[in-house]
């Protein structure tokens, strides 16, 4: 018998045009759980699965520049649980919307980005290193922050 329980909701919040509903910051804890390294081996992954996700087109196609950016998306997400201000010191002020603004960004291209995130996120879960309060708490941040990045229809 599989006593084991999980909580966790990775439901996608349905995108709505015009609205950018407001966006809470995901828990210190989920860096303090995974630790610098961990969130660099999250965002490795992520990009990895990207790179063969239905919207790699946006993404740059060389391995190399690919790494690169994960190690910058990493950078903001370290910043972003509390950690370092990385991504200040390598890439200046975030303003995620304006440098989301050269790409088409479509409600169908954020719902791949999450699901590739999701997938990112299972070894994680599946190796409990993270709580799942923790794990939650970051899943709603890009849950929500994905919607204000959309900037194309469909
Ligand atoms: C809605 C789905 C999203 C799509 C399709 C998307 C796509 C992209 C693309 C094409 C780039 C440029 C290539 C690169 O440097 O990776 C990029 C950069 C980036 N994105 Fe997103 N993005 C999305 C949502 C988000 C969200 C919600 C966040 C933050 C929570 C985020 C954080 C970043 C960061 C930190 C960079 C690097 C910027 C830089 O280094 O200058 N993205 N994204």
Redesign the pocket.
Known sequence: MNFSSSSLDFSILPYQEGVNPPVTKPNPGFLTDIGEEGMRALLDRF?MGLFESP?KD???SDREE?KK??Q??A???IQ?CGGPAY?NQN?GA?Q?RG??AP?P?TPT??L???VTFEEALKPIIEQKLSSEENIQSFWN??NV??????NTRD
Do not use: E, K, N, V
């Open positions: 990009y919207i946006i993404f740059p690919m950016a994960a910058h998306s950078d903001f997400f972003i991504f890439r975030p995620m440098r989301h790409f960004i291209a954020r791949h980005w999450l941040y890009i922050f994905s919607q204000w990045m959309i």
